[in-house]
């Protein structure tokens, strides 16, 4: 009895660690949201798509193909690749929600239009952009089912050098703020993690900074997210409305 008691609770927790990747975990699955943006009338739509989901040397990485769908018939919609990875169930999920690699095509395909539209464009030219351009680092967030309320997140750092201009962005002050069941478009999600966080971006634009709090639900990925000034209003709030 004894020990069909320690299997049985054994098994309760290997059936809880299970669900606790926060991460949309099947190929094939499709989620989609809406943002709300603070001056824009209109709601901005775009949807995640699972592309793959594959395992290496014990890390298993879901990628992800996030599309921001333009109302504009004549415009393409962007896409960029992000991706989730964790090793064991209950080990942490790293949000990777940018790479190197695909800041650089982001900003190259921008560069791209731009020239397309003053009607600048050359093969040759494009080439020179692109053999200028270096990037490093990652703009990741980890989410650690074992944190606390209060434990710290490590920042992250992404960095574009274009010839005599740099383009950086940050992840910094992140912290998880507790565990809560978040309702929805798409439904309530019990147990979703719930972090805050410091956005900000440099470049010789300007400089932007935001106060994030998200909150990634187990199996799933981002629910919720909403994006504050300094001062606590909210410039952006973005859900989950479907997954299918």
């Known amino acids: 009895m004894k020990l069909k008691g320690i299997m049985a609770a054994a098994a309760l927790v290997c059936a809880f660690a299970a669900s ?22 209109k709601p901005v739509e775009s949807t995640d798509s699972v592309k793959s989901v594959t395992t290496a040397d014990g890390v298993t990485t879901v990628s992800i193909k996030s599309c921001l769908h333009s109302d504009n018939p004549l415009a393409d919609d962007m896409v960029i690749y992000t991706s989730y990875k964790y090793t064991t169930p209950d080990a942490p ?12 095509k982001f900003i190259l395909n921008i560069t791209k239009m731009a020239l397309e539209e003053a009607g600048q464009y050359s093969e040759s030219l494009f080439k020179e952009a692109t053999d200028a351009m270096k990037a490093k680092g990652e703009l990741s967030l980890e989410l650690n089912p074992k944190g606390a309320v209060g434990d710290k997140i490590a ?33 309530t999600f019990a147990n979703c993690i719930k972090v805050t966080y ?5 470049s010789a634009q300007g400089n932007q900074k935001h106060y994030v709090t998200a909150w990634y639900a187990p199996e ?10 300094k001062k606590g209003n909210v410039l952006e709030e973005q859900e989950l409305v479907s997954i299918k």
């Open 155 to 187: 920042n992250s750092r992404l960095r574009l050098d274009m010839g005599m201009q740099a383009a950086t962005m940050f992840v910094s002050n992140g912290a998880i703020a507790g565990y809560e069941d978040v309702t929805v478009s798409a439904g």
């Open 20 to 41: 606790a990747q926060y991460a949309p975990t099947k190929e094939g699955m499709v989620l989609d949201y809406k943002s709300t943006v603070k001056d824009v009338e």
């Open 198 to 202: 410091e956005s900000r971006e440099n």
């Open 220 to 229: 799933t990925g981002l629910v919720k997210e909403v994006k504050t000034d």
């Open 93 to 104: 999920t790293t949000v990777v929600m940018m790479s190197a690699e695909e800041f650089k």
